[in-house]
């Protein structure tokens, strides 16, 4: 869904995540592997973005839930390095994502050490959501505005518009980049700088910084220097 329009001015949306039990959980590698097949996609879309919404005490190493897993609940270093090496966002679809998710676990099964049937100290519980949202009333419709706006919106205004937004776009183009196009060359690198972002390296705060840094700089004056 367009929440900015090709034209005119650009409208904050937000998003949250309702979590949803899928039914599935698994405390042995063998019953993550025979999980991972039957999860909703939705559930993938949680597990692997939805910490960027979840509230945080402190950053993990590892940026997805089940490389955490891996490593805190089974112990598995190695496997926890394998899945969290994964980058999403350079799948076409949820469906490779799942496709590669399970090879790399049924690659550390066919090692065949005792991690393969080894409790975990905790359960992984596999979990759906729905997304929901929410108009924020925010509106800008100048350039000389925008990284203003978008340093001040919040981080599910933040995660809706920049990462969800490349997931909806067929393009791989963010909100922010699509709304730009409108103004011509003028945005031209400021566009270009945008989508040379890896949009899942970084935490959200650390990618909200990036971003407005990048529209600080190319949207001063026009664009100019």
Same mark, same amino acid.
């Given at each position: 869904?367009?929440?900015?329009?090709?034209?005119?001015?650009?409208?904050?949306?937000?998003?949250?995540?309702?979590?949803?039990?899928?039914?599935?959980?698994?405390?042995?590698?063998?019953?993550?592997?025979?999980?991972?097949?039957?999860?909703?996609?939705?559930?993938?879309?949680?597990?692997?973005?939805?910490?960027?919404?979840?509230?945080?005490?402190?950053?993990?190493?590892?940026?997805?839930?089940?490389? *955490?897993?891996?490593?805190?609940?089974? =112990?598995?270093?190695?496997?926890?390095?394998?899945?969290?090496?994964?980058?999403?966002?350079?799948?076409?679809?949820?469906?490779?994502?799942?496709?590669?998710?399970?090879?790399?676990?049924?690659?550390?099964?066919?090692?065949?050490?005792?991690?393969?049937?080894?409790?975990?100290?905790?359960?992984?519980?596999?979990?759906?959501?729905?997304?929901?949202?929410?108009?924020?009333?925010?509106?800008?419709?100048?350039?000389?505005?925008?990284?203003?706006?978008?340093?001040?919106? *919040?981080?599910?205004?933040?995660?809706?518009?920049?990462?969800? =937004?490349?997931?909806?776009?067929?393009?791989?183009?963010?909100?922010?980049?699509?709304?730009?196009?409108?103004? =011509?060359?003028?945005?031209?690198?400021?566009?270009?700088?945008?989508?040379?972002?890896? *949009?899942?390296?970084?935490?959200?705060?650390?990618?909200? =910084?990036?971003?407005?840094?990048?529209?600080?700089?190319?949207?001063?004056?026009?664009?100019?220097?």
């Amino acid at each position: 869904m367009n929440t900015t329009g090709a034209n005119g001015p650009f409208r904050f949306m937000e998003c949250s995540l309702l979590p949803v039990s899928t039914g599935f959980r698994a405390q042995t590698l063998r019953e993550l592997r025979s999980a991972v097949p039957e999860i909703p996609e939705s559930s993938l879309y949680y597990h692997f973005w939805g910490r960027m919404l979840r509230p945080h005490i402190a950053e993990s190493e590892f940026n997805n839930d089940f490389a *955490s897993w891996a490593d805190g609940g089974l =112990g598995d270093t190695e496997l926890a390095e394998a899945l969290s090496a994964v980058n999403p966002v350079k799948c076409k679809d949820l469906g490779e994502l799942r496709s590669i998710l399970e090879d790399i676990l049924e690659a550390r099964l066919d090692q065949g050490d005792f991690l393969s049937w080894k409790k975990a100290d905790r359960e992984f519980y596999f979990i759906a959501c729905k997304k929901f949202m929410f108009d924020t009333g925010k509106v800008t419709s100048s350039l000389e505005d925008f990284p203003v706006a978008v340093k001040t919106a *919040s981080r599910q205004s933040f995660f809706h518009h920049f990462l969800d =937004g490349r997931r909806r776009s067929p393009e791989g183009k963010d909100d922010f980049s699509l709304w730009l196009e409108q103004f =011509g060359e003028g945005t031209a690198e400021v566009r270009r700088l945008l989508g040379r972002v890896d *949009s899942y390296l970084f935490s959200l705060g650390e990618l909200k =910084g990036q971003i407005v840094s990048i529209l600080e700089k190319g949207l001063r004056k026009g664009g100019k220097k």
